[in-house]
């Protein structure tokens, strides 16, 4: 098998992955907060993430997944400092902050399942795992990180040498570390809070006892103590979004290491974000594009994953709807292209090992160097146009590159889509789609019925696409 290389923020190099264990790759990710919905910047993290889970399993490594589900309130950053997430949902919504979990967790999910990305082989929430934080900074107060203010528990960073290696911080000319309320008790600017007291007289909807003071944890200390619970001290990758590298992870790596006195990741990867035209995509706008917002304009999920996967991870996209216009024509171009030839398949048809085999070396060789799956895209239209190839080996080939692209390849029918498909009959299933969006079954049914009378039927995929077949 192929080396597989990855980029190494720690190193700010590309580096051999070699696992601790032969065989098992250990992956911890950063999850959600879950007091709204994702936005497509989000979930542009989760499908790099993905994409490295899918490299792994390609690669025959068993692969062991957690991400976290960050359910606690923690306070936001500068736009609106000082609230706290969760309570600001619950006060948005008018439900419990538990009930904002509940339902922010499983939108997540939703979200995650259309665009194909693999689910982690464990979800955590932080919420589940009180007692292990808490335990973390018992083992944090022995070892002398930590002191205490009116406010809560902070960790000292002055105690930790190496604290800020993974960012390369420069810690004189730093600022105050901005996801933590400004303490004018702290001793030095880039401690963080490690448990936060309740406000004296007040109750907050998510609070519990500490040895310290009745309070919740803060927003680091979770990372660190689920990621050690379910992977161990040591384990080999660490995912999130770039905006981790200077405070969250940072502050991870200060707490693990500290508390163990070993290295707590071998390789850390950071994906770049998706940028609109006036910067990062924030979920503190007060608008901002989810999912659910490109299916009700008539993309289905997986444009967005043909979309995402034509960048490679460390670059900005810049999001625009003539972009994803773009990549939706190229994604339809696709399913079209292997439509005819999944038509075109003959019994006759041997597969020549040597001939596919060329191109798998040659996939491999592009998602193995660092995840480039935007480059395995190119390489499969080069595959699609080759002569020398027959349509049985050429779908065997996109069948198997499918199992890092997640398109839903494999899926595709023998021609029919849209292919000698009269223009009328394509114009009533675009309606006949748009009614189902804006829940008008009756005005869909009478459109699938138009389309019956003319000698078509409509065949809905679990994309949100749908096909259109020549009744018989
Ligand atoms: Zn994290």
Known sequence: MEKLILFNTLKRKKEEFIPIEPGIAKIYCCGPTVYNFAHIG???????????????????YKVEHVMNITDVGHLVSDDDEGEDKMEKGSAREGKTVWEIANFYTEAFK???????????????????????????????????FTYVTSDGVYY?????????????????????????????????????????????????????????GTGFPGWHIECSAM??????????????????????????????????????????????????????????????????????????????RYFL??????????????????????????????AEVKANIKDSNVIDIAKTGKYLDKYIGCINDDLNAGEGLALTWEML???????????????????????????IEA?????????????????????KISKDFKLADEMRNQIKEKGYEVVDEKSGEYSIRVLS
């Not at 989000?42 to 025959?60: G, S, T």
């Not at 979200?111 to 944090?140: G, R, S």
């Not at 146009?385 to 839903?408: C, Q, R, W, Y």
């Not at 029919?416 to 789609?433: M, T």
Request: positive net charge; hydrophobic residues 35%; charged residues 35%.
């Open 156 to 212: 000292d960073t002055s105690k930790f040498p190496e604290y800020g290696k993974l960012a390369k911080l420069d810690i004189e000319g730093l600022e105050e570390g901005k996801r933590i309320e400004f303490s004018s008790e702290k001793k030095n600017k880039t401690d963080f809070a490690l448990w936060k007291f309740s406000p004296k007289g007040e109750r907050r909807q998510m609070e519990w006892k500490s040895p310290w």
């Open 110 to 144: 939703k979200d995650i399942a259309l665009l194909n990305i693999i689910p982690p082989t464990i979800y955590c929430k932080a919420t589940d795992n009180i007692k292990e934080q808490i335990d973390m900074i018992i083992c944090l107060e022995k070892k002398g």
């Open 385 to 411: 146009k080759d002569e020398t190839l027959n349509p049985s080996e050429k779908i065997l080939l996109i069948n198997v590159f499918d199992k890092i692209f997640g398109l839903d390849l494999d899926k």
């Open 227 to 304: 990621s050690q619970k379910y992977l161990g001290e040591t384990f080999d990758i660490h995912c999130g979004g770039v905006d981790h590298i200077p405070i969250h992870h940072t502050n991870e790596i200060a707490q693990a290491e500290a508390c163990s006195g070993k290295k707590f990741v071998n390789y850390w990867l950071h994906g770049e974000f998706l940028i609109e035209e006036k910067g990062k995509m924030s979920k503190s706008a007060e608008k901002f594009l989810r999912l659910q917002i490109l299916i009700e304009k008539g993309y289905s999920p997986l444009d967005y």
């Open 415 to 435: 021609i029919k889509i849209n292919l000698n498909i009269p223009a009328e009959i394509i114009e009533l299933a675009e309606k006949r789609k748009k009614a």
């Open 42 to 60: 989000n979930l542009r993290a989760y499908f790099f993430e993905d994409i490295l889970k899918r490299v792994l399993l390609y690669n025959d």
């Open 309 to 338: 996967l034509m960048t490679h991870y460390r670059k900005k996209i810049k999001f625009s709807f003539e972009n994803l216009d773009a990549a939706r024509n190229g994604f339809n171009n696709l399913k079209t292209k292997i």
